[in-house]
């Protein structure tokens, strides 16, 4: 480890097996890497910095490695990255550590946006270590006051002929246009809005060329309903060639609108899981490192509640990060479709642990005019005063002063935004944010009141803001519900769930093997998942009220 003694504000990167730890970076969770278990580097900026001041920390291999007889040299790793203000490098070096050559990775971030848990880096050095004999490695991040970069899983090997990787995927859910994303991720959908619709869903990726050969790459996306059975599977090929090193988007084809995915349930309480996995490949040859050509995510089919989360805690945001911004009626907001008449139940949003006392918010539904094409407001909630600490850090549960009813057109939808609307009084405001959804930022908007102007967020976050819609009770709804809790999360060994008496339970891993099936007798039940390989696993309760699921991480 290599930092300057002089700046404690740089910190030391350390080896083990907890998460970061900083006030922001603590949500992020450890990295989910292959043998984690036996411990992983970490970089806690925000643990360590208490500022805006600069930071400059090295990890260096105290080893030399021989690639003399090489003329192809990659570098893998996987790797956990939120970034605010920083830059993550894998720097090179062969000369005996005097000059490194940088080499910038998560490139593709941008602020406050997440990687993937693990994503898996491909860095080809061979312009400098091919053919080399004393080559040196070390990881190297500079910035000022970021989240946290964790890394595991290193290995250095011969760059192959044919390696493509998907870099970042995206499930396009009805969108009115072909932007990439500009649906937004949904986590979680209610089935009634669902039954007999076939809302056509498509995906795209991002693939870049690691290989030292041009590439023709395919895109393949299979759908697995909530028994993990496939329901749906096409590929596209690119139009094409990618030269090492380029990247491209490739698309599944929706035109016709018939070759898309028509997403379409059996009935309004068909509850389950659907599993939306996205790959890659080379077409007509091998791809010799499969590692990093699949991304897969996950959608829930709930009783009453939308969310565009991926059921994480990432960290926090609102219009106070901006230097415009952080002015009383600024506003926050996400969109959602209704595509079956409803009434709003109620709305959820997740209040940071950096929100003051003596701040306030008011929640409202909008719907956009379309003759000024902004944003009108149909409903709202009363002035809520954040006058305890208490409140902040918990999901606030909202309901509108009136009961509001949406009507759909036929063959249509009307697309609501769930807002808040935030008054600062001159100290912090800030809701939770999941950086792990895959989204593009089109599904958020911002207002800035002392601009009087709406805009697209454009982040690769988004804001946990959750709409409940009849004709279910949203008090019954319990998959967001946090009188169900399951802790601790993650766990080494044992998961304790809450308020479960009567449910029956089942832990399932992401192949959609059930692991454990049992009924609950009491308020509480223990579950024993030592005996599991680590990784990531579905919690579904089922009772009277409907389902409700949960993620556990086991780390070992």
Same mark, same amino acid.
């Given at each position: 480890?290599?930092?300057?003694?002089?700046?404690? =504000?740089?910190?030391?990167?350390?080896?083990?097996?907890?998460?970061?730890?900083?006030?922001?970076?603590?949500?992020?969770?450890?990295?989910?890497?292959?043998?984690?278990?036996?411990?992983?580097?970490?970089?806690?900026?925000?643990?360590?910095?208490?500022?805006?001041?600069?930071?400059?920390?090295?990890?260096?291999?105290?080893?030399?490695?021989? !690639?003399?007889?090489?003329?192809?040299?990659?570098?893998?790793?996987?790797?956990?990255?939120?970034?605010?203000?920083?830059?993550?490098?894998?720097?090179?070096?062969?000369?005996?550590?005097?000059?490194?050559?940088?080499?910038?990775?998560?490139?593709?971030?941008?602020?406050?946006?997440?990687?993937? /848990?693990?994503?898996?880096?491909?860095?080809?050095?061979? $312009?400098?270590?091919?053919?080399?004999?004393?080559?040196?490695?070390?990881?190297?991040?500079?910035?000022?006051?970021?989240?946290?970069?964790?890394?595991?899983?290193?290995?250095?090997?011969?760059?192959?002929?044919?390696?493509?990787?998907?870099?970042?995927?995206?499930?396009?859910?009805?969108?009115?246009?072909? =932007?990439?994303?500009?649906?937004? %991720?949904?986590?979680?959908?209610?089935? %009634?809005?669902?039954?007999?619709?076939?809302?056509?869903?498509? %995906?795209?990726?991002?693939?870049?060329?690691?290989?030292?050969?041009?590439?023709?790459?395919?895109?393949?996306?299979?759908?697995?309903?909530?028994?993990?059975?496939?329901?749906?599977?096409?590929?596209?090929?690119?139009?094409?060639?990618?030269?090492?090193?380029?990247?491209?988007?490739?698309?599944?084809?929706?035109?016709?609108?018939?070759?898309?995915?028509? *997403?379409?349930?059996?009935?309004?309480?068909?509850?389950?899981?659907?599993?939306?996995?996205?790959?890659?490949?080379?077409?007509?040859?091998?791809?010799? =490192?499969?590692?990093?050509?699949?991304?897969?995510?996950?959608?829930?089919?709930?009783?009453?509640?939308?969310?565009?989360? /991926?059921?994480? *805690?990432?960290?926090?945001?609102?219009?106070?990060?901006?230097?415009?911004?952080?002015?009383?009626?600024?506003?926050?907001?996400?969109?959602?479709?209704?595509?079956?008449? !409803?009434?709003?139940?109620?709305?959820?949003?997740?209040?940071?642990?950096?929100?003051?006392?003596?701040?306030?918010?008011?929640?409202?539904?909008?719907?956009?005019?379309?003759?000024?094409?902004?944003?009108?407001?149909?409903?709202?909630?009363? *002035?809520?005063?954040?006058?305890?600490?208490?409140?902040?850090?918990?999901?606030?549960?909202?309901?509108?002063?009136?009961?509001?009813?949406?009507?759909?057109?036929?063959?249509?939808?009307?697309?609501?935004?769930?807002?808040?609307?935030?008054? %600062?009084?001159?100290?912090?405001?800030?809701?939770?944010?999941?950086?792990?959804?895959? $989204?593009?930022?089109?599904?958020?908007?911002?207002?800035?009141?002392?601009?009087?102007?709406?805009?697209?967020?454009?982040?690769?976050?988004?804001?946990?803001?959750? *709409?409940?819609?009849?004709?279910?009770?949203?008090?019954?709804?319990?998959?967001?519900?946090?009188?169900?809790?399951?802790?601790?999360?993650?766990?080494?060994?044992?998961?304790?769930?809450?308020?479960?008496?009567?449910? =029956?339970?089942?832990?399932?891993?992401?192949?959609?093997?059930?692991?454990?099936?049992?009924?609950?007798?009491?308020?509480?039940?223990?579950?024993?998942?030592?005996?599991?390989?680590?990784?990531?696993?579905?919690?579904?309760?089922?009772?009277?009220?409907?389902?409700?699921?949960?993620?556990?991480?086991?780390?070992?």
């Amino acid at each position: 480890m290599e930092y300057l003694p002089d700046n404690p =504000n740089d910190g030391p990167w350390v080896i083990g097996t907890d998460g970061p730890a900083g006030t922001f970076s603590a949500g992020m969770g450890p990295i989910e890497s292959t043998t984690a278990a036996n411990g992983f580097a970490m970089y806690d900026s925000d643990g360590i910095g208490v500022s805006e001041t600069t930071q400059d920390s090295k990890m260096t291999y105290i080893g030399s490695i021989d !690639c003399s007889a090489y003329t192809n040299v990659s570098v893998q790793f996987e790797s956990y990255y939120r970034m605010f203000h920083g830059t993550p490098y894998l720097e090179v070096s062969v000369d005996g550590g005097t000059n490194w050559t940088q080499y910038e990775v998560h490139t593709d971030l941008s602020v406050n946006g997440a990687s993937a /848990n693990p994503t898996y880096v491909v860095v080809n050095i061979s $312009t400098v270590a091919a053919n080399q004999a004393d080559v040196k490695l070390r990881f190297r991040y500079i910035g000022e006051w970021d989240y946290a970069w964790m890394v595991d899983d290193v290995k250095v090997f011969v760059a192959p002929d044919y390696d493509v990787s998907l870099v970042q995927a995206r499930v396009n859910f009805w969108p009115q246009y072909i =932007n990439y994303g500009f649906s937004g %991720f949904y986590g979680q959908i209610p089935a %009634f809005q669902m039954n007999g619709i076939g809302a056509p869903v498509w %995906f795209s990726g991002i693939v870049k060329n690691y290989g030292t050969q041009d590439a023709t790459p395919i895109i393949t996306a299979s759908v697995k309903d909530g028994s993990m059975a496939e329901i749906y599977n096409t590929q596209q090929v690119y139009e094409g060639t990618l030269t090492t090193e380029q990247q491209d988007t490739i698309t599944t084809s929706y035109d016709p609108i018939d070759d898309a995915f028509a *997403l379409s349930l059996a009935s309004d309480q068909d509850y389950q899981m659907y599993t939306w996995e996205i790959s890659t490949d080379v077409d007509g040859v091998t791809d010799e =490192n499969p590692e990093n050509n699949m991304l897969s995510y996950s959608t829930y089919f709930t009783p009453a509640m939308y969310a565009h989360d /991926n059921d994480n *805690l990432t960290g926090s945001w609102s219009t106070g990060n901006y230097t415009t911004g952080g002015i009383d009626g600024d506003i926050v907001g996400v969109t959602y479709p209704i595509f079956v008449d !409803c009434e709003v139940n109620f709305v959820e949003f997740w209040l940071s642990s950096m929100t003051e006392v003596g701040t306030s918010y008011i929640v409202k539904l909008m719907v956009m005019d379309e003759a000024t094409e902004e944003w009108t407001e149909v409903s709202s909630s009363a *002035l809520v005063t954040i006058d305890n600490e208490e409140q902040a850090g918990t999901m606030q549960h909202v309901e509108m002063s009136d009961v509001y009813s949406i009507d759909a057109p036929d063959g249509g939808y009307v697309e609501i935004l769930v807002a808040v609307e935030m008054y %600062f009084s001159g100290l912090e405001f800030r809701l939770g944010v999941d950086a792990t959804a895959p $989204t593009s930022g089109w599904d958020s908007w911002i207002y800035f009141a002392g601009q009087d102007a709406w805009y697209y967020s454009g982040t690769d976050f988004v804001p946990v803001i959750r *709409l409940s819609v009849g004709p279910y009770s949203g008090t019954n709804n319990n998959v967001a519900s946090q009188e169900i809790s399951v802790y601790p999360n993650p766990t080494r060994d044992m998961v304790t769930l809450t308020n479960v008496e009567g449910a =029956n339970i089942q832990v399932v891993d992401i192949t959609g093997k059930v692991l454990v099936n049992t009924d609950a007798a009491q308020n509480n039940l223990s579950v024993d998942m030592s005996a599991f390989a680590q990784g990531t696993y579905i919690v579904r309760i089922m009772n009277e009220n409907g389902l409700t699921v949960k993620k556990v991480n086991l780390v070992k």
